[in-house]
Nanobody
Framework: QVQLVESGGGLVQAGGSLRLSCAAS????????MGWFRQAPGKERDFVALINWSGGSTYYADSVKGRFTISRDNAENTVYLQMNSLKPEDTAVYSC???????????????????WGQGTQVTVSS
C-alpha cells in the first residue's frame, strides 16, 4: 500500500510559479507510475502529468505542456510538479496518484490509479 501527501500549494499571481511535492510512504514507491491530476470547482478531475517508475518517461496534458514539469526522486519517495507561467485557469485542487500497468487509455484516467493523496489547493489570481 502507498500513502501520498501533497504540499506546496498556495496563492500566486498569474505568471508566477509554484512547486508541488507529493511524499509517499512504503517501500514500493519506485515501482509505481505517478500522476498529477487537478479538479476545479464544479468540474471533473483532469489529468495534468505523468511520470513512469524510473523517471525516464513523462507525459503532459496539452494545457500544461511547456509550462509544467513533473519529476521524481525515488531515493526520497517524492514526486514533484514544477508549475511555471501560471494562469488563472490553472486554479484547482491538485492531487497526486500512484498506479501500475497503465496503458494509453488508463494513464490519463483517474480510474487507472490505485492510490491518491488528499490534494493541495492552487489559486492563481489575475
Amino acid at each position: 500500500q502507498v500513502q501520498l501527501v501533497e504540499s506546496g500549494g498556495g496563492l500566486v499571481q498569474a505568471g508566477g510559479s509554484l512547486r508541488l511535492s507529493c511524499a509517499a510512504s512504503g517501500r514500493t514507491f519506485s515501482t509505481y507510475a505517478m500522476g498529477w491530476f487537478r479538479q476545479a470547482p464544479g468540474k471533473e478531475r483532469d489529468f495534468v502529468a505523468l511520470i513512469n517508475w524510473s523517471g525516464g518517461s513523462t507525459y503532459y496534458a496539452d494545457s500544461v505542456k511547456g509550462r509544467f514539469t513533473i519529476s521524481r526522486d525515488n531515493a526520497e519517495n517524492t514526486v514533484y510538479l514544477q508549475m511555471n507561467s501560471l494562469k488563472p485557469e490553472d486554479t484547482a485542487v491538485y492531487s497526486c496518484a500512484a498506479g501500475k500497468q497503465l496503458n494509453l487509455a488508463t494513464r490519463t484516467s483517474p480510474y487507472g490509479y490505485s492510490y491518491w493523496g488528499q490534494g493541495t489547493q492552487v489559486t492563481v489570481s489575475s
